[in-house]
């Protein structure tokens, strides 16, 4: 059975930070699953198997001249369609209702007070749910009635049932939608009366094919840093086109973890993998990153760089660059759709396999990226499938720029905003990069140092967040030097930016050996199962001209969506005692904000 012969759910894209992990949860059920851009004629989808339509996410308000085009007669093709995010107010809007900003943004869990409704079978009222959104509906459209509601959203859910109509405000696609896929579910077997007819087991077969017809015979030069997701990539490269007609290389570029280079050399040669080169290169990373505080261009650069390397040892050890080879890359979909890279997607942050020089050969089509339309996980499954060691492909993700992402550097002069702000708590002056409403932020963490549960926490780093469009993190005090447990007051220390602090060989080693340490101790605790990534950051604030440093353990799934993870209080106590043995760190933080509204990395 061919693909155009599979019963079909399509998915109109608006930019979505999750649009493929809507695709990827049908595909769950045994539903063959296509993404089609906003504008895709009424006329093309009519001539697809459709059993069914979900309109995604996206950044833009519907009441915008900006707002992406659709062909309205999509909704005369008499389909069950749901709408979720901006499609659930799309929809509102086509059929007469009202589109506002909302009195309060919602960004993170909200708890959902739901109605009987097929959509909802099988699920229990007080349903928590994950919010993303600036923009409400505040006035039903005719034919609809509200099926759902939170505190501060009165139309969470609406349905028109006599025409297979749903609208949705939060994300069921995320696994922070607390109802194990049941929503999706319901709609794609209950309402759209899907049969299960693709097969997952194919998706192996399918991916191998790809690579073969896009390789066109052509050699493959493999960009390897170690991670999960360019070992995997490697190695089906491997598979489809033998090894002798794929060539890796990782490069060295100074901003990785310590020991890491020589542990990805040794780890991948006992894979299998002989045909894996190194490059060292941690100068000229150096030397392009003197001075240079701006995220986005330290990551443009970061990019550069390595395409400059890559270009340079393979011209001196195999051949000057040409048509005969294609370059390879471990891209997964967050990637992606972080970089902007879809037709409606906001850029949240410039990935260093997404700089415009790569973008340019991929238009070019001198670039294969095997998992470029793939999340984590699945990346972890095609890995399993391939009999990776198992340790390849549970460690911890590690961003291609490295190091460089958690080391904030000295920015020019900030004034902080001028909001009132809940008592025990302050601004600190550095910014960081956010997600909110599927849009980009850079804005202010807020500081706390007062002990609460971590439900109280999470439930008080969403409501600040919500409020507050200047912040979109906060972050727990845990220790600051001059200042015992007991005696930690925000109205007796002053945080200041440390001048003249950017990436250096100093800062470097300083954040390796902290990291080094605590990694030691989250594995002797066993705790490195349970935490999906866990990036340590040094920040250019201190008290006493110091620096310091924000614990930033996570968890997650995909990636797409993440929560702050909670330490137990014996492995903190540890961390604040390794902390506080280096001169140089004044304070340690605790990240307490999930994804939305903070992005994983600070930068």
Not at 94 to 108: D, N, S
Not at 426 to 448: E, N, W
Request: hydrophobic content about 40%; charged content about 25%; some cysteine.
């Amino acid at each position: 059975m061919t693909k155009s012969d599979h019963q079909q759910i399509a998915i109109l894209d608006f930019g979505s930070q999750y649009t493929h992990l809507i695709s990827r949860r049908i595909r769950d059920f045994n539903v063959y699953s296509r993404i089609y851009p906003t504008n895709v004629p009424a006329s093309t989808l009519k001539k697809q198997n459709l059993i069914g339509l979900i309109l995604s996410g996206g950044p833009n308000s519907v009441y915008d001249q900006t707002a992406p085009k659709f062909d309205p007669r999509i909704f005369d093709l008499g389909l069950p369609t749901l709408g979720l995010c901006y499609g659930h107010q799309l929809m509102a809007q086509h059929f007469g209702g009202e589109v506002r900003p909302g009195k309060v943004r919602e960004y993170g869990v909200a708890s959902l007070k739901l109605k009987i409704d097929n959509l909802f079978y099988d699920l229990h009222d007080n349903l928590v749910v994950w919010m993303s959104h600036g923009d409400s509906v505040a006035k039903l459209p005719t034919g609809f009635e509200v099926i759902g509601s939170t505190a501060d959203c009165p139309v969470a859910a609406m349905a028109n049932r006599q025409k297979r109509l749903y609208g949705l405000q939060f994300h069921p696609e995320v696994h922070h939608t607390r109802d194990d896929n049941r929503i999706l579910y319901n709609f794609a077997i209950n309402i759209c009366g899907a049969k299960g007819d693709w097969q997952i087991d194919d998706l192996l077969a399918e991916i191998l094919n790809d690579i073969k017809l896009e390789a066109k015979g052509k050699k493959i030069f493999m960009l390897v840093s170690g991670g999960v997701d360019s070992s995997v990539a490697f190695a089906l490269l491997e598979k489809a086109l033998d090894r002798e007609n794929v060539l890796g290389l990782h490069i060295d570029s100074g901003l990785m973890r310590q020991n890491e280079s020589s542990q990805v050399k040794n780890d991948l040669e006992k894979a299998g993998f002989d045909n894996l080169n190194i490059a060292s290169a941690e100068d000229t990373f150096l030397d392009r990153l003197a001075g240079i505080a701006d995220p986005e261009e330290k990551r443009r650069i970061i990019g550069e760089t390595y395409l400059d390397v890559a270009e340079s040892w393979f011209e001196k050890n195999v051949h000057v660059w040409n048509d005969a080879w294609l370059l390879g890359q471990g891209t997964i979909y967050p990637d992606t759709i972080e970089s902007g890279g879809t037709r409606e997607a906001d850029k949240i942050k410039t990935h260093h396999n997404r700089i415009p020089r790569i973008q340019k050969m991929i238009r070019e089509g001198r670039v294969i990226e095997p998992l470029k339309n793939f999340y984590k996980d699945e990346v972890r499954q095609i890995g399993r499938r391939l009999c990776l060691p198992e340790h390849l492909l549970t460690r911890h993700p590690f961003p291609g720029p490295g190091l460089a992402v958690m080391i904030l550097c000295s920015p020019p002069e900030l004034t902080l905003p001028k909001i009132t702000l809940p008592t025990g708590t302050r601004l600190l002056p550095i910014q960081s990069t956010g997600v909110q409403g599927d849009q980009r932020s850079y804005a202010y963490p807020l500081m706390i140092a007062k002990k609460m549960t971590p439900k109280a926490l999470e439930k008080f780093s969403t409501s600040i967040t919500n409020r507050y469009r200047e912040i979109n993190r906060v972050v727990r005090l845990l220790w600051a030097r001059g200042f015992s447990e007991k005696n930690i007051k925000l109205t007796k220390m002053t945080f200041r930016q440390t001048p003249n602090l950017f990436v250096t060989k100093d800062r470097l080693d300083l954040l390796r050996a902290i990291q080094a340490k605590i990694s030691y101790l989250i594995d002797q605790a066993g705790l490195d199962k349970k935490i999906w990534e866990f990036p340590i950051v040094l920040l250019p604030l201190g008290i006493d001209g110091g620096q310091s440093i924000v614990l930033r353990p996570i968890s997650s799934q995909e990636a797409m969506t993440v929560n702050f993870y909670s330490l137990p209080a014996t492995i903190i106590k540890q961390i604040i005692k390794i902390v506080s043995e280096f001169p140089q760190i004044d304070a340690l933080f605790y990240d307490v904000t999930n994804k939305p509204p903070a992005t994983i990395q600070w930068e």
